[in-house]
């Protein structure tokens, strides 16, 4: 079984505190992608890479960055965290870049931001 | 835009009785379909995919879903529902080109099951 991990479930913060969300997959894929998830406003891409030290905005890039020196996991880098950061972070992978593929999703982190 | 719109925000069934959620999407050629379930304080699922040959798919947990191109849609279905299947449901489509393996969410369904 695919398995995606990341690294807290819980995280709480300061604002304008820099924050690392860290997420590791282990089946060799790809695809990663990072969401954040809202209530009534679903999931919305945030960033997401199809290889080593690649990377493309998603939908709401702003306020984020993103790293992958190795294929098995990739960061999701809030340099100063704002309050309206608050949400629930899940980060997913799928085999090839070559689409579609079904996408497999860690258990999500849900970060308070004070 | 490619779209995915489920009307539902929030469903609530009697243990036992069938279930069919609603999906919408908006593309012009074939799309590919997902759908997933996300258990409380959990990361989703998926249950099954659609992306050619028979429009009546199966998936896990008993769940079924049926593609009709004539109303671009995808609903979920199960003929009985237990209390453990209360969860959220997401349906996805497969962005334009699909080159990436980016989906498009809904908004998602919430299930609720009364006893």
């Known amino acids: 079984d695919v398995k995606v991990t990341q690294s807290s479930r819980y995280l709480v913060k300061r604002t304008g505190e820099k924050v690392f969300l860290e997420c590791v997959q282990d089946m060799d894929h790809e695809n990663m992608f990072w969401y954040r998830q809202d209530p009534g406003l679903g999931l919305r891409l945030i960033y997401f890479?199809?290889?080593?030290?690649?990377?493309e905005k998603g939908d709401i890039p702003e306020g984020y960055s993103v790293s992958r020196e190795k294929k098995e996991r990739f960061s999701l880098i809030l340099e100063s965290a704002s309050t309206n950061q608050t949400s629930m972070y899940l980060c997913?992978?799928?085999?090839?870049?070559?689409?579609?593929?079904?996408?497999?999703f860690g258990p999500g982190t849900r970060l308070t931001v004070t | 835009a490619q779209s995915v719109t489920q009307p539902d925000i929030h469903i609530t069934v009697s243990e036992g009785a069938s279930l069919e959620l609603r999906c919408n999407y908006s593309?012009?050629?074939?799309?590919?379909l997902f759908w997933y379930v996300q258990s409380p304080g959990q990361g989703l699922q998926l249950l099954l995919k659609?992306?050619?040959?028979?429009?009546l798919v199966q998936g896990i947990k008993g769940f079924e879903a049926e593609f009709k191109r004539s109303q671009s849609s995808f609903n979920l279905r199960k003929p009985s529902v237990h209390w453990s299947d209360a969860a959220e449901y997401f349906c996805a489509v497969a962005r334009y080109g699909g080159s990436q393996g980016n989906l498009i969410f809904g908004k998602g369904t919430k299930l609720s099951v009364k006893p």
């Open positions: 593309y012009g050629a074939t799309p590919y």
């Open positions: 997913a992978s799928s085999l090839r870049r070559e689409g579609p593929y079904e996408q497999y």
């Open positions: 890479s199809y290889d080593v030290k690649m990377k």
């Open positions: 659609y992306f050619s040959g028979d429009t």
